[in-house]
């Protein structure tokens, strides 16, 4: 059955590269519209360990863009639902689950020394930041989620470097206070050129915006992994 579930993508990747998806470890922190899309392409392309990371229930307001997110799945943990989701994708998939929310108290417990790769899926900015200062600081890969909120155009996405960023309100503010802790480059984002609709809190959100980030924050992941076969 696992040699069917992964044929088409051998076909492309090839069997070394899909053994390196299957041995690879990835975290993604906040399992929401961004990061439950991220955490769905990762599985089915074949990656062998997820650690999901996240403290929320799923609530009626998250039907709109969150893939786990049913009437059936509201009131219950986002990681354990996803989690379930990825068995029922792949049965033989590591899936750890961590009902906690990121921060600088919890950073021990979710941030592993034998991480392929982090996914930032985080809204709130403090812990964006720590996130990011601990990941350099621990040499782990990332990759992070910049603003998707009051926007409405997902071709304007762009993979970058954040010291090359522009038009993004959460950008430019982390780029300000990541160079507070010294660190002006080096960090791969996910960001938009499209000035945000509207400026309000909760920001507003459709279904074809952050899903289209999370499967580009995947994409980009998966690429980086087979590129690193021996």
Known sequence: MEEEIFSRTEL??????????????????????????????????????????????????????????????????????????????????????????YSAETAEKILFKDLDYIVDAIDSLPSKIDLIVRCKNMELPIISAMGAGNKLDPTKFQVADISETFTCPMARRIRKELRKNGIESGVKVVFSTEPPSRKQKPPGSISFVPSVMGLIIAGEIINDIIKKID
């Not at 709109?64 to 996803?82: A, E, F, W």
Request: aromatic share 2%.
């Open 12 to 101: 492309l990747i090839g069997k070394e590269g899909l053994d390196k998806l299957h041995k690879s470890k990835v975290a993604v922190v906040g399992i929401g519209g961004v990061g439950s899309f991220a955490t769905e392409a990762l599985a089915r392309a074949g990656v062998g360990t997820l650690v999901l990371v996240d403290h929320d229930m799923i609530c009626p307001s998250n039907l709109n863009r969150q893939i786990h997110s049913l009437h059936s799945t509201i009131g219950l943990p986002k990681v354990d639902v996803m989690k379930s989701r990825i068995l029922d994708i792949n049965p033989k998939a590591n899936v750890i689950g961590i009902r906690e929310f």
